[in-house]
């Protein structure tokens, strides 16, 4: 990777992964590009920042052009609850961005990163440890056009050889940037609220089993797979990756341990309640050691310690 473009930079993903990035390969090399004109200081002070609209394909063609970028980084999304709010929006920046990453990097000769999700999967699926391979019908837009991703990316390396890789992450907690519309935005949102209020609401039933993630793993599994040899990828379109699974009882139970008399309530949110349980509460990543040394370094005692510690209120 000599130039590294970031699209959605200043997302939760988008803000870890850009300045872990640029700590490993050089602030000159990694340029990031998001919708905001005004986005976070961090991203502004360690390097390059221009505003993109990921549907415009010329924009994103002459960027990567004059940067000379060889690997594109692609997170701009609608996550699931903005997107099952406006499908079409989310089908218009979730897939046909995609499309125009992928058309350019086809020109270009660019390599290819795109998230995918466990929100890719639907009520067909295994609940517990979903394999690698199963029948995926998603229940949500969201879920649609992260199917629809993987099976874009897969035509583009097999057609016309895109060095495109996937890996379906679960639910991503982070202490640096708010959550964006997700379900499993509760895990922060409760952090936040044990240092503040020490109280919280929760939008899911206590007893919701999901996959989750710290950031750390999150980045370092997206580098790690760009950074594998090829010819040791058998499954690349797409991985699974997993490191822990909880539900909000359990986060909550976490909390007490370090912030006692923290009280949790609940308030079911039908609409968030029915996405989540159309996910799986676990997944099957043993692909993955195998094929690019995945292992994650955090389960939920050790993120609970550090976002507790890390997190401004």
Known sequence: MKKILVTGATGQFGTALTQALRERYG???????????????????????????????NRLMKIVREFGIDTIYHLAALLSVRAEEDPERAWDVNVNGLRNVLEVARHRSCAVFQPGSIGASGPAAPRDKIPQLTNRRPATMYGVTKVTGELLCNYYSHRYRVNARVVRFPGLISHETMPGGGITDYAVEMFLAALAEK??????????????????????????????????????????????????????????????????????DPVRQAIADSWPNRVDDGAAPGQWDWQPEYDLETTTREMLEKLIV
């Not at 602030?27 to 609209?53: E, F, Q």
């Open 27 to 57: 602030t000159g090399k990694v340029i990031a590009a998001g919708h905001k004109r005004n986005p976070a200081p961090c991203l502004l002070k360690s390097g390059p920042y221009l505003t993109l609209d990921v549907r415009e394909r």
């Open 199 to 268: 109280e919280y609401t929760c939008f899911l039933a206590p007893d919701t089993l999901l996959d989750m993630m710290y950031m750390p793993d999150a980045v370092r599994a997206a580098i790690a797979v760009m950074e594998a040899r090829p010819e040791a990828l058998g499954d690349r379109n797409a991985f699974n990756v997993s490191a822990m699974a909880f539900t909000p009882e359990e986060l909550a139970a976490a909390i007490r341990e370090h912030v006692p008399g923290f009280k949790v309530s609940y308030e079911v």
